[in-house]
């Protein structure tokens, strides 16, 4: 068997030559033939179905009629001529069209042979014709062979323009594919197969392109999706079974400090969800391992008293910890909240950021490297070259999907000699299909339960049309003590578009409100300033804020009661599910108004309804994924895993889940992979890492 056939360039191939293979190249990034036959249809037409010619009318979208050709003519001069095929079935006569191409569909149509045409109909001077038809001679017997379910790939104008159309490329592909085919090789044990009633790769493969039948192709979609998450996970859960084994970890054994933190300063108790996830913290940190967990809960659930509680666990057994936040204002939120506690500990805290000053970067600097510095909270500042710790036991990163994979894995490298453990929190709920593709390789814990006596924040939709009676309304909860934040959305591209917007409403908002006093902070200004209105907002010095979505994240005004999101209709999901987070913190009633205007894309008005009808995040995180797609869900940054063929993890979670369990079964009785019923896995996982622009690989 040749290992290298897959591997053979595309101008090899029969029908492409290297002018093709260039454009293939260039349009589509398929370089090999493995490439070419994993470029699978995006959908597939019926050719099952004739229509009566007589029944034809120009609103019917791709249709395919059967009959004799029974007279052509050439009508017109130069460009403006035109080749027509009178098509006669038993109900009637119709045009087929031809502008271009005309002498050599001349020469292939013939009086009296019987044809398939397929085309869009269209109306010209009151009659039906078929413009440029896509047409074969009938001929029974290969359509019993090829079946009747007809490609549709993905091409692109510049392909098209060389004549390398779908159809084009279909004809390639089915010229390679008895060859391709017969080197093929199973992917997938043979146990996973039965029990997973799996066709064999090489019928999956024949049948995603050129499907015998409907059955056929939707079992060769789902042994194709099987196979592709299968290995998705495959190689995060060894991954997490790697690390596990190969990573000393630091033992927290003492809980002393904790206990006294417990019972001398914590003013209110933990929930039961925050307890049973600081159990799993503490078996991790107990372990012998080095820890790796995903921290995840919705806005409000109280993640950061656990991250303060696992920091006690460091200190108390003698190192030092850290807490990496994606913002200044969320970083100096975080201190001032921790400081209180520590300072009541005895333990030395400080923060880092970029506006921190050079003499006092300088002491934080020594202090940590001395060890005298026990608790750093940061942001980006803390991953620089500069700062070293003397014994780093424990780095938290709070809302991680703001940090790229990147930035985690430079926190870790803060020790040398054994990795600290790592926590990562996140308040975006990640639906879980994701969560298991992108963090398979974490374990994770999850706080699905609110601190008692929150009220759930009532959302409404109000058009800009109704301003006034909604500034009434406010008005009123202002009387009664409450605060307001008033959110405006800040797009790069239109920064200063939006900021004149901000400043409209900061002024008109003064204006209606003129007995109450108005903070406003904006990306714009030094974070000094920001910061100093932040705090003047927390204090209750001021009882409105006007902000862009710099306050999105993690900020804590319990007293702050309603939340106006300006513009909803272009903030996403994730980030009005956030910002509403942001009320809904004290014990009072908390509204969400959602501003819009009247017109709305059909999309933002399905934001919109989510937000009314649900407080659930992870509702919203499916619907967002749903809409979106999960590429854009999670960034850019973190999309090279989620670069999958054919399966779509919004809509194939029930396959990733028993991918996933398969998976896991197979490692857990077969971590090595050494069993003779592996080896095709332990081959295709050593070709997936082969090859470095797509894992999905065939040989
Ligand atoms: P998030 O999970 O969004 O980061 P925070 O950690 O900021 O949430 O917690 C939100 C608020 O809830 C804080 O004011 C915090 O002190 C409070 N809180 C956290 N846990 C509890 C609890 N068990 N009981 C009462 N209040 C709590
Ligand atoms: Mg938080």
Known sequence: MNHNYFETSIEYVKGIGPQRADILKKELKIFTIADLIQHYPFRHEDRSQFHKISELHADMPYIQVKGKVKFTETIGEG??????????????????VWFKGIVGIKKFIQVNQEYIAFGKPNEFNGKITLPHPEIQVYNPQEIKEQGTLFPVYHTTEKMKQKGLDSKALAKIIRGVLPEAVRHIRETLPEEVLIQHKLISKKEAITNIHFPKNIELLQKAEYRLKFEELFYTQIRLIRQNLY???????????????????????????????????????????????????????????????????????AVGNGFQACLMAPTEILAEQHYQGLKKYADKLNIPIDILTGSSTGGNRKLIHDYLES??????????????EKVKFKNLGLAIIDEQHRFGVEQRSKLWHKNQAIFPHVLVMTATPIPRTLAMTLYGDLDVSIIDELPPGRKPVRTVHRYDAHRLKVFGFIREEIRKGRQVYFVYPLIEESEKLDLKNLMDGYESITRAFPEYAVSVVHGQMKPKDKDYEMQRFARGETQIMVATTVIEVGVNVPNASIMVIENAERFGLSQLHQLRGRVGRGSEQSYCILMTKYELSKEARERIKIMVETNDGFEIANTDLRLRGPGDLMGTQQSGILDLLIADLAKDAPILEQARQTAFKILQEDSELTLYKNACIKHQLESLKKSTTNWARIS
């Open 371 to 384: 060890g005298d510095m026990k608790i750093l909270i940061g942001t980006h500042a803390l991953i620089e």
């Open 243 to 313: 690390r596990k084994e190969t990573y000393q970890g630091f033992l927290f054994k003492d809980t002393s400090l904790l206990t006294d933190f417990y019972k001398s300063h914590l003013e209110f108790d933990l929930t039961n969800a925050q307890k049973r996830v600081i159990r799993e913290i503490y078996k991790d940190v107990t372990s012998g391992k080095q820890m790796n967990r995903l921290l995840q809960g919705d806005v409000g659930s109280g993640k950061t008293i656990v991250a303060f509680i696992t920091m006690l666990l």
């Open 79 to 96: 460009s403006k001529q035109r080749f027509i095929a009178y098509l006669r079935d038993e109900t009637g006569d119709l045009e087929l």
